[in-house]
């Protein structure tokens, strides 16, 4: 016989809140590592600009987008705790 009541944190989704919020979390570090890396570029196509190779560009940036993407994945895999 199945068990009919629902857990109060049930919200309905195949994923738990707090996978929601770690989720959520990890969008946000992905948007701010996309802005990172951003700009850079030169105005005139004649004039070559040594801005596109400065440690935000090319080292911070893409360390802050695989932490954001590391974290999507675990909150994906994250087992809930059930209490």
């Known amino acids: 016989m199945a068990d009919t009541k629902q ?12 996978n929601l919020l770690i ?12 802005f990172l890396v951003s700009g850079g570029g030169s105005d005139d196509p004649n004039v070559f600009s040594k801005d596109i190779f400065s440690f935000r560009r090319i080292t911070l940036a893409p360390i802050v987008m695989l932490i954001g993407y590391g974290l999507v ?8 705790k059930h209490s």
């Open 7 to 18: 857990n109060k944190n049930d919200l309905g989704f195949s994923i738990p809140k707090e």
């Open 73 to 80: 994945i675990y909150g994906i895999m994250r087992k809930p």
């Open 23 to 34: 989720i959520g979390i990890a969008v946000v570090l992905i948007i701010i590592g996309f």
